[in-house]
């Protein structure tokens, strides 16, 4: 018998129709005179609005993520990477994305892969700059590319303080990467439009961390599956107004549904959280969880990827980060405030030291009420497993029950599907629980 | 002959380490990647080591590294946790890749030796803000340097670092000269020992010693073959027994070998690039030689600019063919790879690629290589 009440989510079918025109405008820009770009889910995508209102980008990891989804033809597209040289322990959304222009296939609509006019990102991981300059190469040569490097050091309090320089750094690349744009695609750039766009940055990810915040409630009004076909908003495009309204609306139904008590599992019995990207083409593993009467309320990988947030040391908590008082007014103070806005991100922080990330997962398990942790260490993803094994063992020493297991995101051959299933009935009955029938 | 000095010095690292400090009263940082700004550590008169590898199986590093991260990651990690360096008093390193960096926060939290620095070294080193931001971060490691040493230091101290580290620069650079020659008189092997030892020595202490070799040089004779030109392409490569595999081969097959130069960070990418001297600001010209030095591959874009200096050491020395070594798990070389591979086949510079582990036996590569070299004396198809 249930628990608690459950209902679909009223918003889903927008979630899903704002997802499908996203990608489909990157594949039919050419047809409405526009432009396309490529890069990270982390380029901060605001600066390129300024070019206008036609300017549409695919965003590298959550297609590498689609196209994991489709087994055959991601065997197909990491098959090709792998005859061209590339190593096959490379980033797995990588390799996905190479094979996509290496077969010139286009893995959501399955036409052809649509040709970026040009490449911007950033770079904090080993390969993300390197990503761009070989997909550029891929395409012949002759896409431009520019990445803005945000490894300026962390954020505080895990430094003293942020430093002006570190700021500065990142945005004159930024004011730098403006007049790149407009030489490289002739375009004017549109300053009104740049600064709304920082501006929707912001009012996103601020957004969707107090969207993660209401998964503190029990029952959890969400669940990680479901999180994460809603995070990917903020991945596909932080500075996206229609996106950052749809974050509202969202907002105002968990909220409605956390105060009704509407759970995403209506067994939940224990609550769960998990680390990086899951392998995307076996979900059903949270499927198999909620038989157990668990439910992943998240992780700092969907809460941190699309929100921002800072980490009070005091509290032990992490908070929402608020939004500046105004808004920027010119050029240069809407790349020094979307440079310190991006430097913040919880998931850039792990990058300097493991230890920022365990207190920062620590500070989720305890908020987030979590009875275990689940760590994927995920062979796909060196910037997210970056740590893993030391987030683990102070996790432990934290008091919190840990359990890992081994697989990548997108790329099937690396993961075994039934002794994860077997890994995690173990864990799920150490916590106590019990297969429901 | 004093080129076995450096041997020496490699293998007796640790000794000669204490007995420095023991000597000097002053103190030792151990350091990672080869973008720490050494200058900095000798005005004030810390003496920076680079910590290495022992090519060893180990067992201690599983639960601390996730098993897709680099074996050299590994095994440098594995020094630290095997106390082999507990007389460090303290550990940096400059933001290369993220595998090294591992090593030196698991280093940083299970063997802490009371002082440490995590310098953000600019990855996009062809842009115009990377030399600002870069001076800005060695003001903040000058003051961590200050609480570390209790002293402060002058523009004097930095041009005392500068002048020390543009020396041992200017004697590799001319003792790579001799490699140039039809039959070199220092081998791979003696090279990798000579870049190697000063890695763990007081660079003044080393260069009288490099400087007597480079004399004895100039008339010293090898009495083996070369046999064929070897240009090694890679990451961080000194697994001296490699080398000493490649160049031995003619001793027990039809077919030899000897390396005459290297793109890798364990020598060229460390030393051919020199700080500009007598500038008004000390601290910004040691920032421009580090931005500007051959990139990391992790650093390398929006250009890749590192091909044309490999080619320029391919023609330079003559390579009769390059071995492209990747170490496992390797990222930011596994992205150039295959370009890098394609552009020396362009070029007329026969390739071959390995894939390596540093702590793994080098006996299955003798095979390959061997059969590599083979391949170079084939003038014509047989068919």
Redesign the interface.
């Known amino acids: 018998m249930a628990k608690y009440p459950t209902e679909p989510l009223k918003c889903w079918p927008k979630a899903k129709e704002l997802r499908q025109q996203f990608y489909r405008n990157f594949s039919e820009a050419k047809e409405k005179g526009g432009i396309r770009w490529m890069g990270s889910a982390w380029a901060p995508d605001a600066v390129v609005r300024g070019l206008g209102k036609d300017v549409y980008s695919v965003t590298g990891e959550p297609y590498g993520a689609s196209c994991a989804f489709d087994k055959p033809l991601s065997a197909k597209f990491l098959s090709a990477a792998e005859n ?4 096959r ?3 797995a959304y990588m390799r996905n994305y190479w094979g996509s222009i290496l077969c010139n296939e286009y893995a959501l609509d399955k036409g052809k892969f649509p040709k970026a006019d040009f490449a911007w990102s950033q ?5 993300h ?3 761009y ?2 997909a550029c ?1 891929l395409e012949g040569g002759n896409v ?6 945000v ?3 962390a954020y505080p309090p895990f430094e003293p303080e942020m ?1 002006p ?2 700021i ?2 990142v945005a ?2 930024m004011m ?1 990467g403006i007049e790149w744009m407009q030489k490289v695609t002739g375009r004017e750039y549109n300053d009104e439009l740049f600064l709304e766009a920082v501006w929707n940055d912001m009012r996103l990810t601020s957004k969707w961390a107090e969207i993660c915040m209401l998964n503190r409630a029990t029952p959890a009004p969400l669940d990680e599956k479901t999180i994460y076909s809603l995070y990917v908003f903020g991945v596909l495009e932080q500075s996206n107004a229609e996106f950052a309204d749809f974050y509202d609306e969202l907002y105002d139904e968990v909220k409605d549904r956390a105060a009704r008590g509407i759970a995403a599992v209506a067994n939940e019995k224990a609550r769960l959280m998990t680390d990086t990207q899951p392998p995307w083409g076996f979900l059903n593993i949270y499927r198999y969880m909620e038989k157990w009467g668990a439910v992943s309320v998240g992780s700092l990988y969907t809460f941190g990827l699309a929100g921002t947030w800072l980490y009070d040391e005091e509290k032990h908590d992490l908070i929402p980060r608020a939004m500046p008082d105004k808004k920027p007014a010119t050029r240069e103070e809407g790349c020094m405030m979307l440079a310190d806005w991006h430097l913040s991100k919880p998931e850039y922080q792990h ?5 920022y990330k365990t207190k920062m997962m620590d500070a989720i398990a305890k908020n987030w009420k979590c009875d275990g942790v689940i760590l994927h ?1 995920n ?1 796909g993803c ?2 997210l ?6 987030n683990r ?1 102070g996790l432990l020493e934290r008091g919190n029950k840990v359990m890992a297991y081994e697989g990548n995101m997108g790329d099937e051959r690396e993961f075994d599907e039934t002794a994860t299933i077997n890994r995690l009935s173990i864990f799920l009955e150490s916590l106590g629980l019990k297969i429901e029938d | 002959m004093a080129v076995e000095k450096f041997q020496e010095w490699y293998e007796n690292r640790h000794a000669y380490q204490t007995d420095w400090k023991k000597r000097t009263g002053s103190k030792i940082v151990g350091f990672f990647c080869t973008y720490t700004p050494e200058e900095i550590y000798y005005a004030f008169d810390i003496l920076p080591v680079r910590i290495l590898g022992s090519h060893e199986i180990q067992d201690v590093t599983e639960p601390h590294l996730f098993a897709m991260f680099c074996p050299f990651c590994r095994d440098v990690l594995a020094q630290g946790l095997k106390g082999r360096y507990d007389y460090l008093d303290g550990i940096t390193i400059a933001q290369s890749c993220i595998h090294l960096r591992q090593a030196y926060t698991s280093w940083e939290i299970h063997k802490n030796p009371g002082w440490s620095h995590y310098l953000p070294m600019p990855n996009h080193v062809q842009s115009p803000r990377a030399v600002p931001f870069l001076v800005g971060e060695y003001e903040i490691l000058i003051k961590r340097l200050e609480d570390l040493t209790g002293r402060k230091i002058t523009d004097s101290d930095l041009n005392k670092g500068i002048e020390i580290m543009n020396k041992v620069r200017r004697v590799m650079k001319d003792i790579y000269e001799f490699r140039k020659q039809d039959n070199p008189p220092i081998t791979g092997l003696e090279s990798m020992y000579m870049t190697c030892s000063q890695f763990f020595t007081d660079a003044r202490e080393w260069l009288p010693v490099a400087e007597e070799v480079k004399k004895e040089l100039e008339t010293r004779k090898l009495e083996r073959d070369p046999g064929k030109r070897l240009l090694i392409v890679g990451s961080e490569n000194d697994d001296i027994e490699f080398i000493r595999m490649v160049e031995t081969l003619g001793e027990r097959e039809s077919v030899g070998a000897t390396i005459v130069v290297e793109e890798h960070c364990t020598t060229t990418r460390y030393f051919w690039d020199e700080v500009e001297e007598g500038l008004d600001d000390p601290l910004t010209a040691i920032a421009d030689r580090y931005v500007s030095r051959t990139p990391c591959p992790s650093k390398d874009w929006p250009q890749r600019t590192r091909l044309q200096r490999i080619l320029k050491f391919a023609k330079d020395f003559n390579a009769d063919g390059a071995i492209v070594i990747q170490q496992k798990f390797c990222d930011p070389h596994e992205t150039d790879i295959p370009f890098i591979r394609k552009f020396l086949e362009e070029n007329d510079v026969p390739t071959y690629f390995l894939e390596f582990d540093v702590t793994t036996a080098v006996g299955p590569f003798a095979i390959r290589v061997e059969a590599f070299l083979e391949t170079l004396d084939q003038e014509d198809d047989l068919f």
């Open positions: 061209f040289g590339f190593a322990d490379l980033c770079h904090i991981c080993c390969s700059a390197k990503w300059q070989n190469e431009p590319l520019f990445c803005v490097d490894g300026a050091g430093y320089h570190r500065r750094y004159d690349q730098d990058f300097y030291h493991p230890e260490y062979r060196e910037g497993t970056v740590g893993i094994a030391e063992l």
